[in-house]
């Protein structure tokens, strides 16, 4: 293994001209090797739909309890806190789905929450539609995190069919990468 130093000398070696170049430094321009592509980058979704599907039955098990009952206080409980869990996954897995569009992985890294919705449905991954519904639920679940009161809890539950709709259409468009 070389040194950096070694490295800097074969660079320089290169940009005078040495024809022996290639023969002591074969490996800078290594053609051989392989290319990553998109399928070589495959996201893992697999808590992301477990996820998707706890929220789904926790909202079942909800509408079938009756209101005002331990049971319908536990589900409620669990479906908000699956929303939660869903939206902050899907901007972290649409941002690694992102980077192929960026300069750069950090570019796509820096990128907020909002951001990453908005670029995605520039580059077509998701709908304009799609997109403010999504930053209609960061919204709602801003909200949810500094008051945690009943009515706000009830606001986020008419959200949740839609919700499901748009994480499983993410769910797709995720690993269709």
Not at 9 to 20: F, I, N, P, T
Not at 145 to 172: C, M, Q, V, W
Request: net charge negative; with cysteine; charged share 30%.
């Amino acid at each position: 293994m070389r040194t950096k130093s070694q490295n800097w000398v074969s660079l320089k070696s290169y940009h005078k001209g040495d024809k022996d170049f290639l023969e002591v430094c074969p490996d800078i321009f290594d053609f051989s090797r392989e290319v990553l592509s998109m399928s070589d980058l495959k996201i893992d979704t697999a808590f992301y739909v477990k996820c998707i599907s706890a929220l789904e039955r926790a909202f079942e098990m909800l509408n079938a309890s009756q209101a005002e009952s331990i049971e319908f206080e536990l589900y409620r409980s669990a479906t908000i806190k699956e929303f939660e869990i869903i939206l902050e996954q899907s901007g972290k897995l649409l941002k690694k789905r992102l980077r192929p569009f960026f300069h750069s992985n950090k570019a796509a890294d820096e990128l907020y929450f909002k951001d990453i919705f908005r670029h995605a449905a520039l580059h077509g991954l998701i709908t304009a539609e799609e997109a403010e519904r999504w930053l209609h639920f960061r919204d709602n679940r801003n909200s949810t995190s500094h008051d945690y009161g009943e009515k706000l809890a009830n606001t986020t539950l008419l959200l949740i069919p839609e919700f499901i709709i748009d994480a499983k259409r993410l769910a797709e468009v995720i690993d269709a990468a």
